[in-house]
């Protein structure tokens, strides 16, 4: 016998964002964390005027130790329904049959967590369990957004938006103090400093002296002058000025389409907020209204489809196209009307074809 397609076999149900499996862009974005990290922390920061260093290690530590904690914290938090996170793990997953119910939660009872929840909790099919006033399964997360764990996703999204802004900023900075004040401006005078203390030559000569047998050494030094070329380096080593303009580059690049997503989603549950949605919620009210308008075409399909049914079933008999009757009086024969509004198409076809049997019949008699 073959498998019952009503019955669904549950899986467990996932604790939060570290459960398994994991999810590919859960690894994405902590990739980008530690990437922007690096860049800011050992290639932008150095490079940057003595005085301005400080704030930039400072403000930005600030926002990446928030962001980090926040991140971490809406990631390991369980947002499921009170009640389900009391019943965990006393009973196995349960055996969903459709035939029985024609949705997972109905009057506030879920028949997979077989439990009670509350009006708001809806039943994620990723985690498999209830999660309290949900919004949404975030992938970026691996973890169910509700509302034990909202605050801290937009919390997520605020301060990695405010820390990719500051990072774009002191590349474009960079990258066009290369060209502006490359001769001798400050912005970029680290890399220059940093050339000098390694092109700095030390000159040793040395002498026997007779009486003593010492050798007396002199150290002279040639220091390069303010004008000299700058010399990049990435991880202190150094490199070619294309490589190190190539490095800001990738960087702003990712970070302005890392603001774009972030702005946009950011943006996006402020919207849903202000209005009293829930993500879950205007998705629901987007495909009621796509049900709505797909209901209309197809009533109107119909309806367009009848007439030209009656058209095809008439010309066939009579030769000629008829207009639908919508005579009161003459119910069976056609009354010259353009619109016919008060009959239905079913009926339409109906009297026009009869009427039109009836017509044939008399002339024959």
């Not at 490359?182 to 030390?202: A, E, F, M, N, P």
């Not at 070619?240 to 997503?261: F, H, M, R």
């Not at 972030?262 to 829930?278: A, D, E, S, V």
């Not at 209309?296 to 639908?324: C, K, M, R, T, W």
Request: proline share 4%; with cysteine.
């Amino acid at each position: 016998m073959g498998a019952d397609t009503n019955v669904e076999v549950q899986q467990p149900s996932r604790e939060n964002g570290w459960s398994c499996p994991p999810h590919p862009l859960q690894f994405v974005a902590w990739g980008f964390i530690i990437f922007f990290g690096v860049i800011h922390f050992v290639i932008l920061v150095p490079g940057l005027p003595v005085e301005w260093q400080t704030a930039g290690y400072v403000v930005q530590g600030i926002l990446f130790l928030a962001h980090f904690i926040v991140h971490l914290m809406a990631c390991t938090i369980n947002p499921a329904d009170v009640n389900v996170i009391k019943k965990a793990g006393k009973t196995p997953a349960a055996i969903f049959d459709r035939t029985l119910h024609a949705h997972v939660i109905e009057n506030d009872h879920c028949y997979i967590c077989e439990v009670e929840v509350g009006p708001k909790s809806k039943h994620c099919s990723a985690c498999n369990k209830c999660v309290s006033d949900f919004d949404h399964h975030c992938k970026w997360l691996n973890n169910c957004v509700g509302g034990r764990n909202y605050k801290l996703f937009i919390l997520t999204l605020v301060t990695a938006l405010v820390g990719c802004l500051l990072i774009l900023t002191l590349c474009i900075l960079q990258f066009v103090a290369y060209y502006t004040d490359k001769s001798d401006g400050h912005i970029l005078q680290q890399y220059r400093d940093y050339l000098s203390s390694t092109t700095t030559s030390v000159l040793t000569t040395g002498y026997s002296n007779s009486t003593t047998d010492t050798t007396v050494s002199t150290v002279s030094t040639a220091t390069v002058p303010y004008e000299t070329p700058l010399l990049f380096h990435i991880f202190y080593a150094s490199v070619p000025d294309e490589a190190w303009l190539a490095v800001l580059g990738i960087t702003a690049v990712l970070a302005l389409i890392t603001i774009i997503l972030l702005g946009h989603l950011l943006g996006f549950h402020i919207y849903l907020r202000c209005n009293g949605l829930t993500f879950y919620e205007h998705i629901q009210k987007t495909r009621s209204k796509k049900q709505e308008s797909s209901n209309d075409e197809s009533q109107d399909e119909v309806i367009e489809l009848g007439h030209v049914g009656v058209a095809s079933q008439s010309s066939v008999e009579n030769g000629e196209i008829p207009i639908p009757c919508s005579s009161e009086e003459k119910p069976y024969q056609c009354c010259g009307s353009v619109k016919c509004a008060k009959i239905s198409v079913p009926t339409i076809t109906l009297s026009c074809s009869v009427k039109r049997q009836n017509v044939r019949q008399e002339n024959e008699k």
